[in-house]
């Protein structure tokens, strides 16, 4: 495990272990819709073998299930003097650093599972679509006051494009 | 305001003096922050097209009746004829009645659209408002700019006529002004970028009266050099000679990958005889190749890439013409590439990202985005020295490394031999290297490629790792940019190295982005 993706004295913070539900329940929801995709072959032809793939993918799902919570454990943010630093995967891992100026909007949503759970997605959105910078499962009051924040180091340091 | 163009007054001006004679109207008066009139055959250019077309067939049509009529042939006619309908029983004059009644109604409204269709160039913004029923207003904030186009219409250059497009950043956000005098476009595009450049200084409007008539002039325009020789240095001028664009086109990726097809269907109609099948495959394929090499010829055709005072000027085109300026700072990443048939010529073409989006049809894509459509490693560094204001020799020493060099020559931290698995022909040319104010990002062995992001210009760092990346100890980097063809990141590179780069990169765009001042790029007060 020493090959992994770190960066040295970063003091990460983490999103709400809370999200670890809204990911069950939204991998569920995959979960259910490849199964029964996956199954058309099997039900039509009547092949048993054909069978063989829903059970792939059920072992998959049940993998990714069981990872979630260190999957959640595994997103993680930083605002620096200068940058926001988000990090986020575990199998496939991403560091990214957007510096403040380059905010042109940010986005909070919520979904229906995070509604319940009162949490809320913060997307950071800059001019290059690929810098993608999501941090799901923040607690309402969180998102907004992290909102806040960002708009306010973003004004101190405009930039152009 | 000066002389009754402006629309607030009542008393109206003379609509030929835009066109007539266009010397006498000088190109700085149109930035005045005033409203002002666009080309009085506008309308008849934006969409009379139809209408002359429309009165063509209509003519082409009532020509047999026409000539009965005025030389008195008896009539024969038939009853399904609608010409023949209208020419008996007296009913002509009432048709001709009719129809000089449509024709009067669309120059009212032709006139009236002219009237309505006007623009004003303030300090801040550019803004045009037309439409008689609709009306409509657009705006474009002038330190947004991306670049400003001229486009001369094969159809509008009859009239003198040239469309300016200003690219505002953002998608489908172009302000148009179509159609101004053609004479009037060029200066009047100097006039927008000095006020976008934020210099206080103002320069003279330098445009001679011209005195030869209406013909005489543009019969000047058409055979005039593409480039106006005054505009830029010739010494800083890149051209493209048409053997060598025909000889690209020839053998570019795609032209190749075609010809290998169509030989392959060729041969297996030899082979097993079905011609018909094969032929009726073999249509789509040369059509395609027929319309890929016609766009490309035409959108490179005359090219030229100079540099002038407010940014780099890329013109072509044969009959339709068509130049664009960028100021500083609009490009937010390079690529230098080579087909791998260019190989043997030794020619590379060149890609820039940039944050407007065109909504010129897929044909003029590659305007956007093509800064040089071919040329030799000569070409290639000097048009990067002007894509790259500010480059050194060293740095030109280090531009010229990272598209023919390979291994750590010239500052490149290259990958781990390891990294043969997952770039078995590039592991010895793939690295990276920066030169001040520029990442670059060196790879490909066998289609080469570097791509270049100015540090002021990146919108995010990243650095990425998989599962076969991590059992290698190797790592991803990326520098995000607004979208385009050019994508920015590099694999295979040694873990360590990669977190390296993504500390120092990150912490270099940050400082970059607070001096970066080309929004307002003469603010200093400066002339160049």
Redesign the interface.
């Known amino acids: 495990m020493t090959?992994?993706?770190?960066?040295p004295a970063v003091d990460w913070r983490r999103v709400s272990p809370k999200y670890v539900l809204v990911d069950v329940i939204s991998t569920l929801v995959v979960t259910v819709a490849l199964l029964v995709a996956s199954s058309i072959p099997a039900y039509v032809s009547r092949v048993t073998l054909w069978w063989i793939l829903p059970a792939v993918v059920l072992v998959i799902m049940v993998l990714v299930l069981a990872f979630v919570p260190r999957r959640v454990r595994a997103i993680g943010y930083q605002l620096r003097d200068?940058?926001l630093l988000f990090r986020r995967?575990l199998?496939?891992?991403?560091?990214?650093?957007?510096?403040y100026?380059?905010m042109q909007l940010i986005d909070i949503t919520r979904g229906p599972v995070s509604r319940a759970l009162g949490l809320s997605d913060l997307h950071f959105v800059?001019?290059?679509?690929?810098?993608s910078?999501e941090i799901p499962g923040l607690l309402v009051v969180d998102a907004e006051e992290l909102r806040d924040q960002l708009v306010a180091l973003a004004e101190t340091?405009r930039?152009?494009? | 305001m000066t002389d009754g163009e402006a629309t607030n007054g009542p008393s109206e001006g003379d609509p030929i003096k835009d066109l007539l004679p266009p010397g006498a109207v000088l190109a700085t008066r149109l930035a005045d922050g005033e409203w002002h009139r666009l080309h009085p055959a506008t309308p008849l250019l934006r969409g009379g097209i139809v209408f002359i077309a429309i009165a063509g067939v209509f003519v082409s049509e009532a020509r047999q009746q026409l000539i009965d009529l005025f030389f008195g042939a008896p009539g024969g006619h038939e009853d399904g004829d609608p010409f023949g309908f209208l020419t008996r029983d007296g009913r002509l004059p009432l048709a001709l009645l009719g129809i000089a009644a449509v024709l009067i109604l669309i120059v009212v409204i032709f006139y009236l659209s002219w009237r309505v269709h006007t623009f004003r160039i303030t300090d801040e913004v550019v803004e045009v408002r037309s439409g008689l029923i609709r009306r409509s207003l657009r705006k474009g904030r002038l330190d947004r700019i991306q670049g400003i186009n001229i486009v001369r219409p094969f159809f509008a250059r009859l009239f003198g006529a040239a469309r300016l497009e200003i690219d505002v950043a953002g998608h489908d956000a172009n302000v148009r002004l179509d159609y101004l005098s053609s004479a009037n476009a060029d200066g009047l595009r100097r006039d927008i970028l000095r006020l976008a450049s934020g210099t206080k200084h103002s320069e003279e409007a330098h445009t001679p009266p011209d005195t030869r008539g209406f013909v005489g002039q543009r019969v000047a325009e058409f055979i005039a050099p593409e480039l106006d020789p005054s505009f830029a240095p010739p010494e800083s001028v890149v051209r493209v000679n048409i053997g060598r664009l025909i000889g690209s086109i020839l053998l570019h990726d795609t032209t190749f990958t075609l010809l290998v097809l169509i030989v392959l269907a060729a041969i297996a109609s030899a082979t097993f005889g079905v011609i018909e099948i094969v032929i009726y495959f073999l249509v789509p394929f040369v059509l395609a190749l027929g319309s890929f090499l016609f766009r490309r010829f035409t959108k490179s055709v005359r090219y030229s890439i100079a540099s002038t005072p407010d940014g780099v000027r890329v013109g072509f085109g044969l009959l339709t013409l068509s130049n664009e300026t960028l100021p500083p700072g609009r490009i937010h990443s390079i690529q230098v590439r080579q087909p791998i048939l260019w190989r043997l010529p030794g020619w590379w073409e060149i890609r820039v990202n940039r944050a407007s989006k065109s909504n010129a049809k897929g044909a003029d894509a590659q305007r956007n985005t093509t800064i040089l459509p071919v040329g030799n490693l000569d070409d290639v560094l000097r048009v990067l020295a002007l894509l790259l204001p500010g480059t050194s020799l060293e740095s030109i020493d280090v531009l010229r490394r990272g598209i023919v060099g390979t291994g750590p020559a010239g500052g490149f931290s290259n990958s781990p031999r390891r990294a043969i698995v997952v770039r078995p022909f590039a592991f010895r040319r793939n690295g990276f290297a920066e030169i001040p104010g520029v990442v670059l990002l060196r790879g490909g062995g066998i289609w080469r490629h570097l791509t270049m992001v100015p540090e002021a210009r990146a919108q995010s760092v990243g650095v990425t790792q998989g599962p076969l990346y991590r059992a290698l100890d190797l790592a991803r980097v990326h520098v995000h940019t607004v979208n385009g063809p050019v994508r920015a990141e590099l694999g295979g590179l040694d873990r360590d190295v990669a977190v390296g780069f993504f500390g120092s990169v990150s912490l270099e765009v940050v400082s970059a982005v607070s001096t970066d001042a080309t929004h307002r790029w003469r603010a200093d007060g400066s002339t160049a």
């Open positions: 090959n992994r993706l770190d960066l200068d940058d995967g199998l496939f891992q991403r560091f990214v650093s957007v510096p100026g380059r800059t001019a290059a679509a690929s810098s910078v340091r930039a152009g494009l």
